[in-house]
């Protein structure tokens, strides 16, 4: 319905969804991409919707595309505690393009963020990121 592809909330929760699910079809993430591409069309500031887009892009195996997106979300929003995670999703990007050297540096500049963040809360999702990191590496 036109409500739903207007409304850049439901737009993105849809494509989280399918975005953290590690096997469904690929035209299940190829909806994902288009659910997160309008979202960020509508809210192109909204670092949360370009993590969210970088992330179904990644599962697309769009790597490229899913750096440029996680990029632009680091870009919005530096410092910010989503920071960590979206540096884990470029390492685990730059590892499928087999580019190894890089993969290691955003993988500890990763790491470095959640250090820095020691005093502060983190997000559920940090540890399950991270450890899929280090499962890319392996």
């Given at each position: 319905s036109q409500l739903f592809i207007d409304s850049p909330n439901l737009l993105n929760a849809s494509a989280w969804t399918i975005a953290t699910q590690p096997k469904v079809s690929p035209g299940v993430y190829r909806m994902?991409?288009?659910?997160?591409?309008?979202?960020?069309?509508?809210?192109?500031?909204s670092s949360s919707y370009w993590n969210t887009?970088?992330?179904?892009?990644y599962r697309d195996r769009q790597w490229r595309e899913s750096i440029q997106a996680l990029e632009r979300?680091?870009?919005?929003?530096?410092?910010?505690?989503?920071e960590s995670y979206n540096?884990?999703?470029?390492?685990?990007?730059?590892?499928?393009?087999?580019?190894?050297?890089q993969a290691e540096a955003e993988f500890l500049r990763?790491?470095?963020?959640?250090q820095e963040r020691q005093d502060c809360e983190r997000e559920a999702g940090?540890?399950?990121?991270?450890?899929?990191?280090?499962?890319y590496r392996r």
């Open positions: 994902g991409v288009e659910y997160a591409q309008r979202a960020v069309q509508l809210v192109p500031d887009l970088g992330v179904i892009l979300a680091i870009e919005l929003r530096p410092d910010s505690p989503e540096r884990y999703f470029l390492a685990m990007n730059y590892w499928q393009l087999g580019e190894p050297q990763a790491d470095g963020c959640l940090d540890s399950t990121c991270r450890q899929a990191a280090r499962d």
